[in-house]
């Protein structure tokens, strides 16, 4: 059996930025790295899939790095929408395949009995994600070299909508562009994803989509129609996925990494505004 981790949005920060300030990003990054080094089985290697750092700077990937450094199994990086692709590829220059394909980053990881493909929604500049012409041309290329190997699929943008409406909006542009070139083929496992800070499933193109909780903040379940967005101090988590092979395929799990704690950040007036006082959490190290 096959088993990798998925972690996602970790919205790495400067020591003052924003997001370490609010939800100290680094030190549950760091508990994450923690948890899936202790798991047993470990897992092969991980995904993180996008958002890596909050604004992008090269400041902010210069203390990603060594919390990254501390994982003692490979890991393989996607961009999110918080992400610079070019300051990500200087941040990492042992990461040969972040060199990706024209100007995006995507690649594929052929060495499991699980093949996998990572792809490249980011718009940069914008929230929103897309996968353009060339990047689905791409996938198409990729999924018939090999037509009848077992294969998952890791991006950032979920391709499908939510129900919590301001994260809709930041969606994925055209799914429908995407499932016209998976529709042809029955050998997808999943489709794993990140950027709704929370875990959610739905079936896609003859497949499973579904997105990862966030390694700190989460996006709080809200399904009323309205543009009010919270972030919420639930647990955090990781995704494991079990590759089986035959008829037991992939099997995909939520295991938590760490503690909670009583904080909500709500956005609206045009900024964000924390519901309660910040706390500092007691996180077990």
């Known amino acids: ?56 700077g090269p400041a902010e990937y210069a203390e990603l790095v060594p919390i990254l450094a501390g ?19 200087d941040a990492f220059p042992d990461h040969a395949y ?87 083929h029955g050998h997808i496992e999943a489709i794993m994803c990140g950027h709704i800070h929370r875990p959610i499933m739905r079936r896609f193109a003859g497949t499973i989509a579904m997105t990862g909780p966030g390694t700190a903040h989460q996006i709080a379940l809200d399904l009323r129609p309205d543009e009010r967005l919270t972030i919420i101090m639930e647990p955090p988590g990781c995704m494991l996925h079990a590759w089986s092979g035959g008829a037991d395929g992939l099997v995909s799990h939520v295991s938590y990494t760490g503690g909670a704690y009583d904080q909500t950040t709500v956005f609206k007036d045009g900024d964000w505004q924390t519901d309660a006082p910040t706390p500092k959490p007691t996180i077990p190290l």
């Open 1 to 56: 059996m096959l088993v990798f981790a998925q972690i996602t949005d970790f919205h790495i920060s400067a020591p003052d930025g924003r997001a370490e300030r609010m939800y100290r990003t680094a030190d549950h990054l760091r508990v994450a790295a923690a948890h899936l080094n202790q798991l047993e089985p470990r897992p092969a290697f991980v995904l993180c899939t996008g958002d890596l750092v909050d604004a992008g």
């Open 71 to 89: 994982l003692e199994m490979p890991y393989y990086l996607i961009p999110g929408n918080h992400d610079d692709r070019g300051a990500l590829r």
């Open 98 to 184: 972040l060199a990706g394909h024209d100007g995006f980053i995507q690649y594929t990881l052929e060495d499991g009995p699980l093949r996998l493909i990572g792809l490249d929604s980011q718009i940069a500049g914008q929230p929103r994600g897309t996968l353009c012409r060339t990047g689905l041309d791409w996938l198409a290329a990729r999924l018939a070299e090999q037509p009848e190997r077992p294969t998952a699929i890791f991006m950032h943008h979920p391709p499908f909508r939510t129900g919590i409406a301001k994260m809709d909006d930041m969606g994925l542009d055209d799914p429908d562009a995407l499932a016209e070139v998976l529709a042809p």
